[in-house]
């Protein structure tokens, strides 16, 4: 018999009324919002009511340098937080809205997958309470008013603009546009484009922001632009803030779910992981910390992106450590930098990577040795994930097991796609073991490093490259960035997810390389500073296959094709 798809999984499950599922939270009736059927916002009144109450263990899963395939760590934290069930704790889950471009597009949704998904995973997939939607209205009525402002005679001077427009799609043909096009009453006409909304930092101040006030004043602080003389211009000055604040005054607020098995989900928040902080956020999290015995957050990508900035920007931000660190590995991954075989999204695996060959896990290893160390120089407990596939081979996880265990990790295989929480007990019982060590979380670099500092700490440590060198605009960003008091704030690597350089085809754990910063940008009001490193996308276009074209009613008008 086939295995079941996703939605046909989903659409089985037992859900609780989300009520019952706030009470097994000890979130009182007066702070929830009810959205429909089967999700209700959380009011921000929740981080002070639930300060008093004990202090969860906070978990943060990562993951390998991933394949284009992704290697399941939203799976395995639904999973875990499933499998806590199972021995006996209350876990709650705090995942990323996904975006409508990947899930349109190739990648598909990210709920999750078999019989660890949070549910209904059409909602979360599509539309949900409407943040993404209002991250785009913030974002593009800031857009309007900098071009109303050059249209009604530039008062601020504004020379250099920077800011462009969002859409929550894939779209290549917005990357580069001319707006203002037609007569005078049109516009002033010049050269902008779109990004993809996960992509605004409008969503990167939301997930970083602390509350309301706090989310007031980073949207005042973004910076739009710059005059002839370099000075930066700022949604303050264009007196914008206040309208965005309004349009997110509900966004703001932690969307509550559950997965297959009703274990608590808060979703919010969906930032990009190789540009933005690719974490949930901040505020999800403070609620999250008082709800039961395991908080269990995901970070974008590999240790190297999305857990480098927990730890050094959503950490610094939030004044809270992680107790233990998931790494999620797959077999599929590590023969990949193996640098035997070529994996394309959308495509059919080799069939030699589906073969039986531990001596392809075994050179591949380098990236999980250097993913294990990645976390340890924060001063976390690694525990390693084998996330299991119904191909697998036992001895293929036997060498993973050899190799965590030889660095003195914990290791656990997790069977959570097929078996839900039963299959992530072993895992459950690990980071429990793992969460009860005494830890000593440190930051990578001090906010009064030069940002220069900052950059080459992260690429020589983190990436394990032998410096860095900057094109002449990036060391001229970085000089002005430091003359407009931008110097405090944390470092956001843009680069690939593909690789732990900056050159997606270096497989395993690169050496002797040096990391290029082509473009250096300063995300004011989020609170960090970006290197581009490479050819950074923000906005990506649809493949050959677009996920779109299987996606369809049927005659009972649900939903088909969405994956």
């Known amino acids: 018999m086939a295995f079941p798809s996703d939605l046909e999984i989903a659409r089985g499950a037992k859900l609780k009324p989300v009520e019952d599922i706030a009470g097994d939270m000890g979130l009182p009736s007066h702070l929830l919002e009810p959205y429909g059927r089967d999700v209700m916002k959380i009011g921000l009144g929740a981080i002070g009511e639930l300060r008093s109450a004990p202090r969860a263990k906070y978990v943060l899963v990562s993951a390998i340098t991933p394949t284009p395939l992704g290697e399941g760590k939203t799976t395995t934290t639904v999973g875990l937080g499933q499998g806590f069930k199972h021995i006996g704790k209350q876990a709650t889950v705090a995942i990323r809205q996904p975006s409508m471009g990947p899930t349109l597009g190739i990648k598909g949704g990210a709920a999750g997958g078999g019989y660890s998904q949070v549910v209904p995973m059409e909602l979360l997939n599509l539309h949900l309470t409407g943040d993404m939607h209002a991250v785009t209205a913030a974002h593009n009525l800031l857009a309007a008013m900098v071009d109303n402002h050059l249209h009604q005679g530039n008062a601020l001077g504004l020379d250099d603009i920077t800011w462009r427009r969002v859409l929550d799609m894939n779209d290549r043909t917005l990357r580069n546009i001319v707006i203002g096009l037609g007569g005078k009453a049109d516009g002033v006409t010049r050269q902008s484009g779109f990004d993809i909304t996960a992509a605004s930092e409008v969503m990167a101040a939301l997930a970083l922001t602390t509350g309301i006030d706090d989310l007031r004043a980073r949207l005042g602080r973004i910076v739009v632009g710059y005059t002839r003389a370099g000075e930066p211009v700022t949604a303050e000055q264009l007196e914008t803030a206040g309208a965005m604040t309004v349009l997110l005054r509900e966004a703001i607020k932690p969307n509550l779910m559950q997965t297959i098995e009703n274990t608590p989900v808060l979703v919010h928040c969906g930032p990009f992981g190789n540009i933005a902080t690719g974490n949930s956020s901040v505020v999800a999290d403070l609620i999250g910390l008082h709800t039961g015995d395991y908080l269990i957050t995901e970070a974008g990508f590999g240790a190297d992106m999305g857990a480098e900035r927990f730890f050094n920007i959503k950490c610094r931000v939030s004044g809270e450590a992680p107790d233990a660190t998931v ?127 900052k950059i080459e700490t992260i690429a020589t440590r983190v990436y394990g490259a032998d410096g860095v060198s900057y094109s002449t605009a990036a060391s001229r960003q970085l000089d002005r960035f430091e003359r407009n008091g931008f110097g405090d704030l944390p470092i956001c690597m843009a680069k690939t997810h593909l690789s732990i350089s900056s050159d997606p085809k270096l497989l395993g754990a690169p050496t002797g390389w040096t990391l290029p910063v082509r473009e250096v940008r300063a995300s004011v009001g989020a609170g960090f500073v970006y290197p581009i490193c490479g050819d950074m996308r923000t906005m990506p276009g649809l493949g050959a296959s677009p996920a779109a074209t299987r996606i369809d009613l049927d005659a009972d008008g649900e939903i088909v094709g969405l994956s």
Do not use: C, W
């Open 327 to 453: 790494l999620v590995a797959t077999v599929r991954a590590l023969k990949a930098h193996s640098g035997k075989f070529r994996i394309v999204a959308g495509r059919p695996l080799p069939s030699e990577l589906l073969a039986e060959n531990p001596d392809d896990v075994h050179a591949g290893a380098a990236n999980l040795r250097k993913q294990i160390e990645n976390i340890r120089m924060h001063g976390v407990s690694p525990v390693v994930a084998i996330n299991a596939f119904p191909g697998d081979f036992a001895s293929e996880h036997a060498v993973i097991r050899e190799i965590a265990e030889s660095l003195g990790a914990r290791v656990a295989v997790s069977n959570h796609f097929a078996e839900g929480g039963a299959g992530a007990v072993e895992l459950a019982e690990a980071v429990a073991e793992a969460a009860a060590e005494k830890t000593e979380f440190q930051l990578l670099y001090p906010s009064s490093a030069p940002l220069r500092e």
